[in-house]
T-cell receptor, first 117, second 112 residues
Framework: AQKITQTQPGMFVQEKEAVTLDCTYD???????LFWYKQPSSGEMIFLIY??????QNATEGRYSLNFQKARKSANLVISASQLGDSAMYFC??????????????FGSGTRLSIRP | DAEITQSPRHKITETGRQVTLACHQT?????MFWYRQDLGHGLRLIHY???????NKGEVSDGYSVSRSNTEDLPLTLESAASSQTSVYFC???????????FGPGTRLTVL
């Protein structure tokens, strides 16, 4: 069965430093997608970045990049030059292919990131 | 602007009562999902729908039901609320090839 593992329940990082949030996944599908979401203290879920299993290059969105290592089944999120506003819960997720062309997403348990000034 | 809304945002109810949480999206997405979020569990899928009249059970569907009579709405019903259903509930929708999901603001439900 598909599974997402985030082994870091919490992290503290100094402002302006880069931070890597770990995510490993398990799937037998050849075609899948990986996502990262941010959940600030206000509670909303904010989509950050997407990586398709056939994408040859690592995805980047502004200060966010996804370090995709397919053979190791890892999809780590890298935040460059961290800011105080990056303090939040971060969820890694994987698209699980359903019986139709649509699909559902399974989530990891999350990593709480705290940025120190 | 297209959006996805949930109501109510906060609800307190008593054990045994029927509760319905509303989810409305104006993205015209075919796919809609309900999750619950509890400490230490991330988000767990309750029910999902791939279109009108289509509903499917997720990993934690016991005690919940949904119906999809139109594209825009997927109400979630707790038939007989239990204290174990105290949680934050998120509705989401998706349509794109990547299946990126857009989330509503969440409903905090407390069952006393």
């Amino acid at each position: 069965a598909q599974k997402i593992t985030q082994t870091q329940p919490g992290m503290f990082v100094q402002e302006k430093e880069a931070v890597t949030l770990d995510c490993t996944y398990d799937t037998s599908d050849q075609s899948y997608g990986l996502f990262w979401y941010k959940q600030p203290s206000s509670g909303e879920m904010i989509f950050l970045i997407y990586q398709g299993s056939y994408d040859e290059q690592n995805a980047t969105e502004g200060r966010y990049s996804l370090n995709f290592q397919k053979a190791r089944k890892s999809a780590n999120l890298v935040i460059s030059a961290s800011q105080l506003g990056d303090s939040a819960m971060y969820f890694c997720a994987m698209r699980e292919r359903g019986y139709s062309s649509a699909s559902k997403i399974i989530f990891g348990s999350g990593t709480r990131l705290s940025i120190r000034p | 602007d297209a959006e996805i809304t949930q109501s109510p945002r906060h609800k307190i109810t008593e054990t045994g009562r029927q509760v319905t949480l509303a989810c409305h999206q104006t993205w015209n997405h075919n796919n809609m999902f309900w999750y619950r979020q509890d400490l230490g569990h991330g988000l767990r899928l309750i029910h999902y729908s791939y279109g009108v009249q289509d509903t499917n059970k997720g990993e934690v569907s016991d005690g919940y039901s949904v119906s999809r009579s139109n594209t825009e709405d997927l109400p979630l019903t707790l038939e007989s609320a239990a204290s174990s259903q105290t949680s934050v509930y998120f509705c989401a929708s998706s349509e794109s090839r990547r299946d990126e999901q857009f989330f509503g603001p969440g409903t905090r439900l407390t069952v006393l």
